[in-house]
């Protein structure tokens, strides 16, 4: 883990835990309970638990193509290839048909990722037995090239929900993890980057929010631009990370996770002045948004903590909004960090919740 930012790996679980709410089952309670010392371990106890439990209920399949020189008629004929095979006298059929296969884009992303994990020194003995019991049933599975795969076009039905949040820690794994040696071998980085976290922090806060309040209105929507002509095509859209809203008072979070939450020059440390204007910018379009009504709308920029001396918490008055700046230590035991957000939502709405 890197030493600039620290954060329990216990925390990281239950922001996992926010994040894929399928981890709140039964099957992770032993994962919940159990203390890591390596994000590694954590990553591979939740797939091992994930994958046993599919395991039980079946590894999807699709149908998947296939073509064939066979002796006898199976699925369609194709014509090019079996008058191919006539020409050169041979007495067999060229099939065209479609079979129910566990060798989906799905399980090879699972087996890719498990030996990715496999490969890692730092994942404990036990975590890599269990991996490997459960890739005894992955032997017909093919495995992929990691950056080969456009994670966007994967695709969710009925059939394979149950996959959606171990292909998501897959997605963790590989794209923040993953790094290339010189000689093109695979192997995985000390710890997942300030990107892919972000993220992490951002679905974390969200998830937390509209769980714990639902009298609030919990979203990450879009903001207006407040125009007097009414002509923004070239305008970039302005996409929030949280808002809270209830009735006319609403807060606007954007969720920072840096390595650093100050800039320093000429060693002052001053706020990263484009989240200050950004978040600025949010509340002020907002604002206008409501037009004569009467409303309240406040922004905050929320940083995960860093091991720096200087931590932000201030509040500003910009223009009639409050503007706020605070710290999320994700290195403190779980329920100060919960009652710490919780403070967050009764300073913004008070007696409204």
């Known amino acids: 883990m890197t030493k600039d930012k620290s954060i329990l790996i216990k925390n990281i679980y239950y922001m996992l835990s926010y994040a894929f709410q399928t981890l709140n089952q039964e099957t992770f309670d032993d994962v919940a309970v159990e203390p890591f010392e390596e994000i590694y371990d954590l990553f591979a106890a939740i797939?091992?638990?994930?994958?046993?439990?599919?395991?039980?209920q079946g590894l999807y399949r699709e149908y998947i193509s296939f073509r064939e020189e066979l002796p006898v008629m199976h699925g369609k004929i194709n014509m090019p290839g079996t008058i191919k095979n006539r020409l050169a006298h041979e007495r067999i059929l060229t099939c065209d048909y479609d079979e129910l296969s566990e060798n989906n884009q799905l399980n090879q992303i699972l087996k890719t990722t498990v030996l990715l994990l496999l490969q890692n020194s730092m994942v404990k003995a036990k975590f890599k037995d269990d991996?490997?019991?459960?890739?005894?049933?992955?032997?017909?599975?093919?495995?992929l090239e990691p950056k080969s795969i456009k994670w966007a076009d994967i695709r969710f039905t009925r059939n394979n929900q149950t996959y959606r949040m171990l292909i998501s820690i897959c997605r963790l794994i590989m794209e923040g993890m993953l790094i290339t040696t010189d000689r093109g071998n695979y192997r995985l980085a000390s710890f997942v980057d300030e990107q892919r976290m972000c993220r992490l922090y951002e679905k974390f806060i969200l998830e937390y929010y509209t769980k714990h309040f639902p009298m609030l209105t919990v979203s990450a929507s879009r903001i207006p631009w407040s125009?007097?002509?009414?002509?923004?095509?070239?305008?970039?859209?302005?996409?929030?990370?949280?808002?809270?809203?209830?009735?006319?008072?609403v807060l606007i979070i954007?969720?920072?996770?840096?390595?650093?939450?100050?800039?320093?020059?000429?060693?002052?440390?001053?706020?990263?002045?484009?989240?200050?204007?950004?978040?600025?910018?949010?509340?002020?379009?907002?604002?206008?948004?409501?037009?004569?009504?009467?409303?309240?709308?406040?922004?905050m920029l929320l940083y995960a903590r860093t091991g720096e001396e200087i931590q932000p918490d201030s509040t500003f008055r910009m223009h009639g909004s409050q503007i706020s700046v605070k710290t999320l230590d994700l290195n403190r035991p779980f329920p100060e960090i919960a009652k710490q957000m919780d403070r967050i939502v009764e300073e913004q709405f008070g007696n409204m919740i």
Not at 50 to 55: A, C, E, P, S
Not at 257 to 269: A, E, G, K, L, W
């Open 254 to 299: 954007d969720a920072k996770y840096y390595s650093h939450t100050t800039q320093v020059q000429y060693d002052r440390h001053t706020l990263h002045s484009n989240n200050l204007y950004q978040i600025f910018t949010y509340v002020k379009n907002r604002h206008y948004g409501f037009g004569d009504e009467p409303h309240r709308v406040s922004g």
């Open 131 to 143: 991996l490997k019991k459960k890739m005894l049933y992955f032997g017909g599975v093919d495995t």
């Open 47 to 56: 797939l091992s638990k994930g994958i046993g439990r599919q395991l039980k």
């Open 227 to 249: 125009l007097d002509d009414g002509i923004g095509t070239l305008l970039p859209v302005m996409q929030s990370d949280i808002q809270l809203q209830k009735g006319n008072t």
